[in-house]
């Protein structure tokens, strides 16, 4: 097997023995890879700067049985203030977690990775007082979902179709109930219709306008509903998740 080479983004890092790490990388052309950089905890090692959290870099690797090697890499951009700031830091750790978590190994996952890379550059280049990192949560959790193929109509009730009087989410059903539909899922939680309204403005906007929105009033609703259905339909939790939540308190 010859080496071959990717650009990719670390998603996250572990130790390995006394100076190797395990790095997971989200390849654009082969999704998440495994890798062991030998040495990179070592302060004067040629891998550490390219295994860091966040960075966007050009690898080449050796393929190996279950795990890739990192042989060579060169930073292309490095996201410092995606490490530097403790809010980003939480954030950028937090959405890592859940994209390790949810996509298996060497499958291609191309609209993942622009996704992920989607949140590092908005987080990198727009000045401080133009990001909203709510609202950057929400787009991102809902755009993950569709990604991975879970498409939620947040306009319409999932059993009939009607697009009023829309007052709960079902994890059940997989969406938004009417009134008169509710009774499907007596376990529903309760929603707004502005918050149902919200959501479908956002999931149509861009990254460079997500601050035009305001979900502050909405924002404990919202984190209900989408943890709620990543537990229910994906069976994931993010240990980063109350990490993230002390943050933002």
């Not at 050796?62 to 090697?69: A, D, Q, S």
């Not at 996201?79 to 950028?92: G, K, N, S, V």
Request: hydrophobic letters at 40%; aromatic letters at 10%; a positive charge.
């Amino acid at each position: 097997m010859s080496t071959y080479t990717t650009v990719g983004l670390v998603l996250r890092r572990f130790p390995l023995g006394e100076a190797d790490s395990i790095v997971h990388l989200l390849s654009k052309e082969r999704g998440k890879l495994d890798v062991v950089a030998k040495g990179a905890r070592r302060p004067r090692s040629k891998h550490l700067a390219v295994t860091q959290p966040f960075v966007y870099g050009r690898y080449l690797l050796f393929p190996g049985r279950t795990l890739e090697r990192l042989n060579q890499g060169e930073v292309l951009s490095a996201y410092r203030r995606l490490r530097e700031e403790l809010d980003y830091f939480a954030l950028c750790t937090y959405c890592c977690e859940l994209v390790d978590k949810l996509l298996p190994v060497g499958e291609p996952a191309e609209n993942v990775f622009v996704l992920v890379k989607g949140l590092f550059d908005y987080l990198q280049e727009t000045p401080a007082s133009r990001v909203s990192l709510g609202n950057a949560l929400t787009f991102f959790r809902l755009k993950l979902l569709a990604a991975l193929g879970y498409q939620v109509d947040f306009a319409s009730c999932t059993n009939c179709g009607r697009g009023q009087e829309l007052s709960t989410f079902s994890f059940k059903e997989g969406g938004p109930l009417c009134a008169a539909c509710s009774g499907r899922d007596q376990g529903a939680l309760a929603v707004a219709p502005a918050v149902f309204a919200s959501l479908v403005k956002l999931s149509s906007l861009g990254w460079p306008k997500l601050g035009i929105i305001k979900l502050e009033p909405y924002q404990q609703t919202i984190e209900d509903l989408l943890e709620g259905f990543y537990r229910y339909h994906l069976e994931v939790e993010a240990k980063s998740s109350e990490f993230l939540k002390s943050i933002r308190r």
